[in-house]
């Protein structure tokens, strides 16, 4: 009897896993970080915590529901990638059908989170986004140009704007400034991946910009994207959004960031450009966590 109860908690282990996998759960944990910091500089409204919480859990499964798409359409890609073949859908260990059932479950819910706990503003919002994320990306952009990480960037930059809507139920100029520092990270963070990555996109047969116009121009584009990206996050303090904490961690932030794509463009290593992928990573949670204390220093 013990036997079998370890054998079907392994399995319901397993298959729990292969849900968080189909969710990209570590990207969404991001997405929702930016949705707090969102929700924390937006003007107090009186809404309780239990309501703020609810309404990134709605934001998150719509996130969700998005990236499931997302594994469905690209299974024919992720076969033919090293990095993406063990994906659930692509291995077929779930099936396109229970992929879609999930997807779908997760939409509604969240989207009835967001009804219920914020506002219809911030659930066609963040439906939009999932809309430009799951199809307007993955099944036109990611195959037919290299700008499609540029252009498509923009859904997956929204969360902070959820995250002020929800609060506030109207749009104003100051979450559209968290949302330009995410759109110009995506550029810079993704084609480092592509980097290298090269020879998966090449089989694969998708346009990312290393297989297109070659590792060296992408290099010196990550090295520009690193520069307007210190720029533009600059662009808080300059309006008063946040103070001399943001500023310092931001300029820190980003000046290791531009050394980093420096180096990948004129002293690369082996890992030089897999490492600032990496660190791109803990750049934006950090520098969204300064965006955040900082209010409560200001």
Not at 115 to 139: D, M, S
Request: positive net charge; charged residues 15%; contains cysteine.
């Amino acid at each position: 009897m013990t036997s079998y109860v370890l054998q079907f908690q392994r399995s319901l282990s397993a298959k729990v896993h292969e849900y968080l996998v189909l969710c990209k759960h570590k990207v969404v944990m991001l997405l929702a970080l930016t949705a707090v910091v969102g929700q924390g500089l937006a003007p107090y409204v009186g809404r309780s915590l239990l309501e703020q919480m609810l309404t990134i859990v709605g934001i998150a499964l719509l996130a969700s529901s998005a990236a499931v798409i997302n594994h469905i359409v690209d299974s024919d890609i992720d076969k033919k990638m090293k990095r993406t073949d063990s994906r659930p859908v692509a291995t077929g260990s779930v099936t396109n059908r229970q992929a879609f059932v999930f997807s779908m479950t997760l939409l509604v819910i969240g989207f009835c989170m967001l009804v219920a706990y914020a506002n219809w503003l911030t659930a066609w919002l963040t439906l939009v986004a999932l809309v430009g994320y799951a199809f307007i990306y993955t099944l036109v952009l990611k195959r037919r140009t290299p700008q499609n990480i540029v252009i498509g960037g923009f859904a997956g930059a929204m969360p902070p704007l959820l995250g002020w809507v929800s609060e506030t139920g109207s749009m104003s100029a100051e979450p559209w400034l968290l949302v330009m520092i995410i759109f110009t990270w995506t550029p810079p963070h993704f084609w480092a991946l592509a980097i290298d990555r090269k020879k998966d996109y090449e089989n694969a047969k998708v346009p990312m910009l290393p297989v297109t116009h070659g590792i060296e121009f992408t290099k010196t584009m990550v090295l520009l994207y690193s520069v307007l990206l210190t720029l533009v996050c600059v662009l808080p303090f300059l309006i008063g959004m946040s103070g001399n904490f943001y500023l310092a961690v931001s300029v820190l932030l980003n000046g290791v960031f531009m050394y980093r794509a420096w180096e990948l463009k004129f002293a690369a290593k082996e890992k030089s450009a897999i490492k600032l992928f990496i660190y791109s990573i803990w750049q934006l949670m950090i520098l969204f966590i300064a965006l955040f204390i900082d209010k409560w220093l200001i």
